[in-house]
T-cell receptor, first 113, second 113 residues
Framework: EPEVTQTPSHQVTQMGQEVILRCVPI?????FYWYRQILGQKVEFLVS????????KSEIFDDQFSVERPDGSNFTLKIRSTKLEDSAMYFC???????????FGPGTRLTVL | KNEVEQSPQNLTAQEGEFITINCSYS?????LHWLQQHPGGGIVSLFM???GKKKHGRLIATINIQEKHSSLHITASHPRDSAVYIC???????????????FGKGTKLSVKP
């Protein structure tokens, strides 16, 4: 069964460093999403992406964040200068179309020291 | 303001018990998701529904659009059902957060043998 994959599973970085989180959505899906879950809190929407551009973003998704689909398979989330409060689990998801069921990846745990 | 509320926050059950988790939402929605988050953090989509009822194995999800309420039921619960169950509403409001998921805080279920 096709699934969303994410790498790495755990990333540790120093404050101020850039990180890139990678996702491979399900191959025939057209919409891609990033979500964040700070430890002990609820999951929060970051950004949705379609046709090589951002379709929507939340207040959390400020200028420090960017997303890209550099090739036909990967979907990346970049944090330019990480802060302590960026420590969280980051989930990628994809859906075949807008409004369809979203399938989640296993998440990347980001720890900023 | 919590647009998606779940109850209870924590639930402990004995193996075999019938379990109900509730979700109420205040926004207009186009669909509601039930998700399962494993102890390791991964998220699995269980159901997406916009009306009526859906069933998959021992899991049943219902939604009442007029009352803005959904329930997730687990029949003949088993220790392997222990997880956090998350309700997420897809807003139907045009513009703003249209289409993106608004998450509840989750219900932590523990099923004892």
């Amino acid at each position: 069964e096709p699934e969303v994959t994410q790498t790495p599973s755990h990333q540790v970085t120093q404050m101020g460093q850039e990180v890139i989180l990678r996702c491979v959505p399900i191959s025939n899906h057209l919409y891609f999403y990033w979500y964040r879950q700070i430890l002990g809190q609820k999951v929060e929407f970051l950004v949705s992406f379609y046709n090589n551009e951002i379709s929507e973003k939340s207040e959390i998704f400020d200028d420090q964040f960017s997303v890209e689909r550099p090739d036909g398979s990967n979907f990346t989330l970049k944090i330019r200068s990480t802060k302590l409060e960026d420590s969280a689990m980051y989930f990628c998801a994809s859906s075949i179309n807008w409004g369809n069921e979203q399938f989640f990846g296993p998440g990347t745990r980001l720890t900023v020291l | 303001k919590n647009e998606v509320e779940q109850s209870p926050q924590n639930l402990t059950a004995q193996e075999g018990e019938f379990i109900t988790i509730n979700c109420s939402y205040s926004v207009g929605i186009s669909a509601l998701h039930w998700l399962q988050q494993h102890p390791g953090g991964g998220i699995v989509s269980l159901f997406m529904l916009s009306s009526g009822k859906k069933k998959h194995g021992r899991l049943i999800a219902t939604i009442n659009i007029q009352e803005k309420h959904s329930s997730l039921h687990i029949t003949a619960s088993h220790p392997r059902d222990s997880a956090v169950y998350i309700c997420a509403a897809r807003s139907s409001n045009y513009g703003g957060s249209q289409g993106n998921l608004i998450f509840g805080k989750g219900t932590k279920l523990s099923v004892k043998p």
